[in-house]
């Protein structure tokens, strides 16, 4: 049975959702009607967008096989500009290579189909999680060894000293901020930070080093051939 704080939220919560199958669109759809406060169902990749557009939902729940684009392709195409939505996939797929790339689009959860309402119940709660939580970010983030980032201002702090920072090296924190104690590889920078431009690992490398001559080198660790990870364990 769902809990009434859990029921509460998501009386509060705008959902689009997108299924081709009308059968299963209209059993979900009455499942979900009971629980959102505000429920889009499309049956196509196009409309979807034409809907995330203009409602600005606050979870999308995507089914992958859908006829023309497709639920991934659509899910990076809104990616590239909102960092925020929460994304919910079924799919009938669970091979490796879809697994990697619902790793790199974040998404809150994949159901495997038939979905079934309890699974569904979860991925719903675990996404108003994560809104929660990006609701609740702090504008002062503790970077360690006395460093402190400032979101708002998008600056470093240090011994009362104000440290700036260009446009990018800020959003690249942010970004490692926003994904603390994860193995972030250089491809989630590339797609997450410079959303649709080409950036190199070089480039990017670049800009880690510019971050570094500016915030203790420690703050931000190397992961060998892979990435970088940023954690507020970090020592002191």
Known sequence: MIQNKLRDKLGKIKLLYVEDEDAIRSQISEFLGRY???????SSAEEAMVQYKKHAPDMLLL????????GLTLAEEIRVK?????????????????LLQAVELELTRYLVKPVISSDL?????????????????KNSIDLSFGYTYERDRKIVMYAGEMIRLRRKEAELLEYLIDHSDQTVSYERLEYGVWKDTPMSKDAIRAQIRNIRKKIHPDVIKNVTAIGYMFSQKASR
């Open 82 to 98: 909102d960092r925020n939505v929460r994304i919910i996939v079924s799919t009938a797929y669970t091979d490796k290579d879809f």
């Open 121 to 137: 119940l979860e991925a719903l709660e675990k996404a108003v999680v994560e809104i929660d939580r990006r609701k609740g970010q």
């Open 63 to 70: 089914d992958v096989n859908l006829p023309g684009k497709n």
């Open 36 to 42: 959102v406060g505000f429920l889009i169902n499309v």
